[in-house]
């Protein structure tokens, strides 16, 4: 079996977007679609040598888009409406989009509404099944304090991101047994900083 | 798609046409709407009132629940003998929702009773996994929420699930409930149609917002006794163009059904029908023509939509629309585009106004865009 | 009554969370869509939505506002005329 490898890692908090440099309409993005982006941008990945239908996007949201849901329905009563473009955001999916947007990518695409055990295998597959050669990862863990007075998940802001390819080469390859994202990014932190 | 073969061995429904596949085949053969004026959304805060409700309580906190259940409930009666012989943790349920139950976040907001279990269904994933729970389920769980794509997406990762051995059979099922959230999005957008969605027609303006619960049975093709319909292939794309408008050219999503062929192996010319997303919009229904001619050239095969009988369900719109394919090919008919007059100058020749018999469907391809430049084409074969 | 360039620049750049930007780098003829500033559909809309919370100006249709939204100083003109007195 052709291994896998992670070829680039990225963990980011709500406190990195100031310092955000990625274009005069990041503003506009949603909270968890700036954290992804930023994420995916923070891989430092040059997707200039892969064919762009071959790099595919997998990410899981741990509540969905409800902090941008809980926003965009808290706008209802302004005058004018609730804003357009906050509803645009109002789907899991959107953050997917903006990254794709952003980087190019025309790969398949998934999204998951849960934790983040789902991602790397289902990335992997994406590229056992020869149905991309390369996949950005992302988790985004969002809950906005508003959102968590209606849902029962603490308050958070942060994304992490890998970038699975197909090969060796990468920081590690891709274990069979473990494909819990927190415990690789602990892993992978730790190794990037001893190397 | 790989060994083993995948199958559909029992569906359910319940949408704007009614409860149950049977009077979903009707509507089909009638090319009935299931659209209507809603004295919910006609406060003028709402561009449209014209929507496709399914037969429920209007008061209930958990619609997402109930629409869902039923679904369930139908697909595994009628998928019966081969679930029989396929244990509980070798059976697995993914669902496809973009917006859950929205319901509980306007009773919360507006100070409304809202039971602890609606609300704990806001989270697509308590959902998922109570839905589960509910229905012998007890295999992998996943929830999919790929705007408008999510139904064909839930249905390809069940395929994929059972075809790397984690599961022998999977529950899919599609949701998403007609709320003031979703009307009053749509608005802002300026998307919905005043008079009801036209997919396809030359006055076209907009989308009317559906509501409906589907859910296909998905099985190992060898425990499936029956003759039953393959899940042959899955192809996604994205147009990497803009959030809300798809790419002008239809490339992205020619290149979906592109990536669905070369996995079926099949050529172009071996498709016997295509059910459009055909979502009354200007844009999504110039798009899809575009890409059809693209992947077909002038040998198009005959091409129809739903949303004009069903309304968009959004992240049911996948599996209740694979529904009505299914329906077509064990039926021999090609259903019809209703709410369509005047059909748009460049829409494909073959566009099918109403139902008629049809030889034989082999194979069918279902399309779905969505918000984000998301692509999907799916095709299902007869052996 | 002319509302100020600046002004409306300002709202602009409010309204669309433009980044990194300064009315005073905003041309009063440069185009807003396509090509100048760049702003699409989504940024029409939410303009609609400024037009009405800031002015009072409602547009039943986006094609209404077309022709105002081609530049800030076609916008600024059609507020000028439109907004209620």
């Known amino acids: 079996m052709t291994e896998i490898s992670i070829a680039a890692a990225s963990t980011v908090t709500g406190a990195d977007l100031p310092a955000a440099r990625l274009g005069q309409r990041f503003g506009r993005l949603d909270l968890q679609s700036q954290l992804a982006l930023l994420a995916v941008a923070s891989l430092n990945v040059n997707f200039d040598g892969l064919p762009r239908d071959r790099t595919g996007i997998c990410l899981a949201a741990s509540a969905g888009s409800l902090s941008t849901d809980v926003n965009f329905w808290n706008g209802r009563h302004a005058v004018g409406g609730p804003s357009p473009t906050l509803f645009a955001y109002t789907l899991p999916s959107a953050a997917v989009g903006e990254v794709a947007i952003h980087f190019r990518l ?38 906005t304090a508003d959102c968590s007075k209606i849902i029962s998940l603490p308050p958070a802001a942060m994304a992490r991101a890998f970038f699975l390819k197909n090969g060796g080469g990468g920081i590690c390859t891709l274990p069979e047994f473990d494909r819990d994202m927190k415990a690789l990014s602990a892993i992978i932190f730790q190794t990037k900083s001893a190397g | 798609m790989r060994e083993p073969e995948v199958v559909i061995a029992g569906c359910g429904v319940i949408s704007a046409v009614g409860c149950g596949v049977g009077p979903l085949r009707t509507a089909l053969q009638n090319n009935a709407s299931g659209l209507r004026a809603s004295e919910k959304f006609s406060a003028p805060r709402f561009l449209s009132n014209i929507v496709g409700p399914a037969p429920r309580n209007p008061d209930d906190d958990n619609p997402a629940w109930f629409l869902a259940a ?196 099949l ?117 | 009554m002319q509302i100020s360039t600046h002004e409306l620049k300002s709202k602009i750049i409010e309204s669309l969370k433009l980044q990194d930007i300064t009315p005073e780098q905003i041309d009063d003829d440069a185009p807003l869509f396509g090509t100048g500033l760049g702003l699409d559909s989504i940024d029409a809309l939410e303009l609609v939505v400024l037009l009405e919370k800031e002015y009072g100006i409602v547009i039943k249709d986006i094609e209404e506002g077309r022709p105002a939204f081609r530049s800030v100083r076609t916008l600024a003109d059609f507020i000028a005329v439109k907004r209620p007195q």
């Not at chain 2, 890409?291 to 949303?307: D, I």
């Open chain 1, 106 to 143: 025309t790969g398949p695409n998934l999204c998951f509404v849960g934790d983040d055990k789902i991602i790397l295998p289902e990335a992997a597959d994406l590229l056992r099944r020869g149905e991309a050669d390369a996949c950005v990862c992302i988790y985004c863990d969002v809950v």
């Open chain 2, 70 to 265: 039923e679904a369930l409930q139908q697909a595994r009666a009628n998928a019966g003998r081969a679930l029989a012989t396929i244990p509980a943790e070798k059976t697995g349920l993914i669902l496809s929702t973009t917006k859950a139950n929205i319901e509980a976040l306007e009773r919360i907001s507006a100070g409304r009773p809202c039971s602890e279990t609606a609300r704990r269904h806001l989270r697509a994933d308590l959902l998922a996994a109570d839905l589960a729970a509910a229905h012998g389920a007890r295999g992998p769980v996943q929830t999919v929420s790929t705007a408008c794509v999510s139904g064909l997406v839930a249905i390809s990762q069940a395929a994929k699930t059972i075809q790397r051995g984690d599961a022998d059979a999977v529950l899919v099922v599609g949701v998403d409930c007609l709320s003031e959230f979703v009307v009053a999005g749509f608005t802002a957008l300026k998307a919905l149609d005043p008079q009801g969605c036209r997919p396809f027609d030359q006055d076209r303006s907009g989308l009317s917002p559906g509501e409906a619960g589907a859910a296909v049975v998905l099985v190992r093709a060898d425990l499936c006794a029956q003759p039953a319909i393959k899940v042959r292939a899955f192809g996604g794309s994205n147009d990497a163009n803009h959030l809300t408008g798809p790419s002008r050219d239809g490339s992205g999503l020619a290149q979906a059904i592109r990536v669905a062929l070369s996995a079926a192996k």
């Open chain 2, 267 to 383: 050529n172009p010319s071996e498709i016997d029908f295509v059910h459009a997303h055909g979502t009354g919009t200007g844009y999504n229904d110039a798009m899809e023509s575009l890409a059809l001619k693209t992947v077909f050239g002038e040998a198009c095969p005959p091409v129809s939509g739903a949303k004009g009988m069903l309304g968009h369900t959004l992240g049911a719109a996948g599996v209740i629309e694979t529904i009505c394919c299914v329906l077509a090919m064990e039926n021999n008919f090609l259903p019809g585009t209703p709410r369509l007059s005047h059909a748009a100058e460049g829409t494909p020749p073959g566009l099918v106004r109403e139902p008629r018999p049809a030889a034989r469907l082999k194979n069918v391809l279902k399309l779905n865009t969505g918000f984000g430049g998301l692509n999907g084409a799916l095709i299902l074969s007869h052996d």
